[in-house]
């Protein structure tokens, strides 16, 4: 919206207003503050595939409007550090990796992996070698995914990196990760990927159907909701689930701050795990994996050392057309709530709400400190 104002000697001039939806501290109910929280960094994210980033390479990764220059040193090591240079304050993504440092591609300044300024190739003009650093940020490397963790230091050891047991050892499962990033707030992501009330939007590939609500609570930092469903009755997809041997007729689900998954039966499962960039882009990266799935028609189990090729198959064609349903829907959402940021709350779903009311104490717990 714009309005005309009149300076002293009545010319006209113009002033843009514009409406935005509310910070947190601003918010006056519980979706306007659940659409301004952050995600409490104290907290393992998955932030890129270990594939993504090979010797002496480096990129940047955000969290939270949190920019972090991620390389690996020649040595294999992966490390992270804030994406800047102490000295003119350019990102270090910008810059290159020699042996196993990072170097500023301004003046040359050289960090450790430690974030220490180590070497500075120009003249010193008889000053000592400055002391200063940047902050480092613990990494780690599991399911294929590089996890950092944002927070206080302190707590990577305590916080713990999701346990998937099906994804390790000798006879794991098979997995191909894929990812998305969507012009969304990350509690919208959250709220559509366990709120089946949203079926219509899959009509095309019936994920779910004819689903009720058997359980909504919340336990500590989960949110659990389980469901009467039929799960998997797609055209396609719903030849290769094998209804002998699994119940496809509930799914049980999770919010376990701040990851999310899904169980059916124990054979069919999944998990999400949100990188919230910053107010309005959020990267999701989905692990499904399963051991129940057929040869359509005949009957027969797909051996586990088939099905990463399978995997590779159905993501493009199936999985990744069906959750592209679901970036269209939050990018959507995302505009409208920008623009009606003040309407009235219709919700209906008790899961939403507990949802919300977890990502705003989560919130609310970091900001205390």
């Known amino acids: 919206m714009r309005v005309s104002i009149h300076n002293n000697n009545g010319q006209q001039a113009s002033a843009s207003c514009e409406r935005r939806p509310p ?3 601003e918010a006056r109910n519980r979706r306007q503050k659940v659409r301004a929280a952050g995600m409490n960094p104290d907290y393992w994210y998955a932030v890129e595939y270990d594939r993504a980033i090979k010797p002496e390479q480096v990129v940047e990764v955000k969290f939270w409007n949190t920019s972090i220059a991620l390389y690996r ?18 990102q270090l993504s910008l810059g290159q990796v020699e042996g196993n440092r990072l170097v500023c591609c301004y003046h040359g300044w050289a960090y450790n992996q430690e974030g220490q300024v180590v070497d ?7 000053k000592p070698m400055p002391a200063c650093k940047v902050r480092s940020y613990p990494v780690k490397v599991r399911y294929g995914l590089i996890w950092i963790f944002p927070g206080s230091a302190s707590l990577a050891q305590e916080r713990k990196i999701p346990q998937i047991p099906e994804l390790e050892g000798n006879n794991s499962w098979a997995c191909v ?5 969507w012009k969304a707030h990350h509690s919208m992501i959250i709220d559509n990927l366990s709120d089946f009330t949203h079926a219509y939007l899959h009509r095309r590939y019936r994920p779910f159907t004819d689903a009720k609500l058997t359980k909504c609570e919340q336990q500590g930092d989960r949110v659990f909701v389980n469901y009467e469903t039929k799960v998997g009755m797609g055209k396609v997809s719903g030849l290769f689930v094998d209804r002998k041997r699994v119940n496809t007729n509930s799914m049980k689900l999770c919010y376990e701050y701040p990851y999310q998954w899904s169980n059916t039966d124990s054979k069919i499962k999944h998990w999400c795990f949100i990188l919230p960039i910053n107010e309005r882009t959020t990267r999701v990266f989905f692990l499904f994996y399963f051991d129940a799935l057929i040869i359509p028609i005949t009957g027969i189990r797909i051996p586990q050392w088939l099905m990463t090729l399978v995997l590779k198959i159905a993501n493009p064609l199936l999985i990744k057309p069906l959750l592209s349903q679901d970036g269209v829907a939050v990018e959507a959402e995302q505009k409208g709530y920008d623009t009606h940021f003040d309407a009235p709350i219709i919700e209906l779903s008790p899961a939403v709400h507990l949802f919300q009311q977890l990502t705003i104490q989560k919130w609310e717990e970091h900001l205390e400190h």
């Open 23 to 25: 910070s947190f501290t």
């Open 73 to 90: 040193g020649q040595d294999g090591q992966l490390v992270a550090l804030e994406n800047r240079c102490v000295h003119r304050q350019l």
């Open 120 to 126: 500075i190739p120009h003249d010193l003009f008889d």
């Open 177 to 181: 990760p894929l990812d998305f990033t």
